[in-house]
């Protein structure tokens, strides 16, 4: 299986417009993930019983860890506008197959949303975009700026909200000599609710005008951490 690239942002924002012209279910799936960070299955698994106010209870599918993911305005935005359509339904991603309509509720599948996603990447970049392009996608942006994830998090685990210890410098994808420098070994550290009340703002994404911070700016002395776990992406 071929490995999925990250998207730029610009990217991001183009792949959910085709994918809302075709499937709003997996263009919310593609932007919601680009806030949560979440593995395919533990995503396409949430049903609206795991959502309490302003946080997502999971217990990840591949770790059998149970995680409680803050969760910030855009994520919630969508949420609560899937929940408002279709109101009887168990799942955020709910599959209306024609197959299951007289079977129990179930998510739509690992395999429609990645050809989904791939087909809409294939519209829009030479880059081979699947389920893990999302998630990687917030990792790489965040990483632009200047957010480093350490594993002090979650419940005293070493967790994270995409599932790897400091999620950022994974996904940026830098050259060697980049991820050796000392710009990411010297960055403050912040916490998972902070990570998750960063909204990727705009049609699915970060505005274009959107600038990498300096590391010093994150989780400062002094600093406002309340404007900090605010802070617009």
Known sequence: MAKTNAP???EAAAIEK???????????AWALNLNLALRISDLLALTYKDVAGTEIRITEGKTKKARVIPINEKAREIINRRRAAYPKDVFLFQS???RVKNLAARPVTRESASRAFSEAGEMVTDKNIGTHSARKCRGRALWERGVTYRDNIQNAEPQQPGGHHDVPRYYARRSESDLRSEHLTTRGRVDEKMYNNINLVGPAGLPASARRTHHHAVN???????RQNLMPL
């Open 96 to 98: 209306r197959s024609n």
């Open 18 to 28: 085709v994918l809302r012209y075709r499937n709003e279910t997996y263009a919310d």
């Open 8 to 10: 730029t942002l610009e």
């Open 220 to 226: 400062r002395p002094g600093g406002d951490s309340k």
